[in-house]
């Protein structure tokens, strides 16, 4: 059974402030910048001026990358999913105002119809959770290089008078995601995407319906990081990956949030063994075709002792693969089909203990890496 808790699991490892996240410091920001902007741009000289250490690998990367640019007829699959997502990306879908009268829902009723609603529309997973400051960014970083309908790169990001957060996670199509680092991954993680967008969007819209504010959070509009605000919904933990894992589907899954200032009933963080479980498998990282997770202790980072990704490492090899490889989410012991075998392995891995370290070791020897090698007939 899974166990609950009164506080996530990262809490024992916070050894100082957390910090709000700017946007604007993140690789997919990077890449927004010198994509939309151009070095002529003032936000780019201002940004490189403030940090020129960083100058050339960005320019570097952005050079090489052409996601999904794998062979001449890939291309459109991949982009085909996205042209949709940055249609549902701008602020008119995410947000908008509320009905003038509201409609008052006890919280657990409110709760209730919510969950009922998302996993109806397709979510797997779902959690609410009081909504933490600290998971909220800073500025935005992300404007599709300032286009209309979205919020300019550097606006202040004010959400306090959101109480709670809807996290949902959107399991990752099996068939394909053992291919990574190639293609096939990739429209797995983009298919993720669109449904995640597509489901949050209707949420929100939903709960501004019954008068309260609300906001879509998905990866072509986030304002918030959703990781955390997942573990603190008790979706899953936190891991050696730096990804959300859980019990149900491993790190195979994308995320989505709803925001929203509606009083709604929540619920509690989970322990599924994940920290000592993390401790001692090390599969990713060993995995990890450029070293980009640590094989060693948790190290601080903003206030808090965790297994840094190294982002950076991450996303050149992106750029060499023309993918976002996904190797990690394969490897992985707990991302596996939903068998009853499966299933009973999961329990019995939640559970703190030297077994956890041998079941590591039984799963690499029985699948080694997983990665699909077949060909895909609609892709050759």
């Known amino acids: 059974m899974t166990k609950h808790i009164q506080e996530p699991t990262y809490t024992q490892d916070i050894v100082g402030l957390i910090h709000k996240f700017d946007e604007r410091e993140t690789v997919f920001a990077m890449h927004d910048l010198i994509r939309y902007f151009g070095k002529d741009s003032n936000a780019y000289k201002e940004y490189f001026q403030a940090h020129p250490d960083q100058k050339k690998y960005y320019e570097n990367q952005n050079e090489k990358l052409r996601l999904g640019s794998t062979g001449k007829d890939d291309v459109p699959f991949f982009a085909a999913q996205f042209w949709a997502l940055d249609m549902i990306s701008q602020n008119r879908f995410v947000n908008g105002e509320s009905a003038p009268h509201k409609t008052y829902l006890e919280p657990n009723r409110a709760s209730e119809k919510i969950k009922g609603m998302a996993k109806f529309l397709g ?23 300032d286009q209309p309908g979205f919020d300019a790169r550097g606006t202040a990001i004010d959400l306090s008078q959101h109480t709670h957060a809807i996290a949902l996670g959107f399991e990752m199509d099996r068939t394909f995601m053992p291919y990574g680092p190639q293609f096939p991954e990739l429209l797995a993680t983009a298919k993720g995407y669109g449904e995640s967008a597509w489901i949050s969007i209707q949420l929100a819209t939903m709960i501004r319906q019954w008068g309260y504010a609300a906001r879509a959070h998905h990866f072509g509009n986030y304002q918030v990081l959703p990781v955390p605000i997942a573990v603190d919904a008790g979706l899953g933990e936190l891991s050696r990956a730096g990804y959300l894992l859980t019990k149900e589907f491993g790190l195979g899954l994308r995320l989505a949030v709803v925001t929203t200032d509606m009083p709604l009933a929540c619920d509690s963080p989970i322990d599924i063994g994940v920290q000592t479980f993390c401790e001692q498998c090390q599969l990713c990282a060993k995995n990890c075709p450029v070293n980009a997770i640590p094989c060693g202790e948790k190290q601080e980072y903003n206030g808090v002792l965790k297994w840094k990704l190294d982002e950076k490492k991450c996303y050149a090899y992106w750029a060499i693969n023309q993918t976002d490889c996904g190797m990690c989410m394969s490897v992985c012991p707990w991302t596996k089909p939903r068998t009853l075998f499966h299933k009973t392995m999961a329990e019995f891995a939640s559970h703190k203990g030297v077994h956890q370290k041998w079941m590591a070791w039984a799963d690499h020897a029985l699948y080694g890496n997983r990665r699909q090698t077949t060909k895909v007939p609609f892709l050759d």
């Open 123 to 145: 979510a797997d997973l779902v959690g609410i959770t009081p909504l933490q400051q600290e998971w909220v960014y800073s500025h935005v970083g992300n404007s599709n290089g």
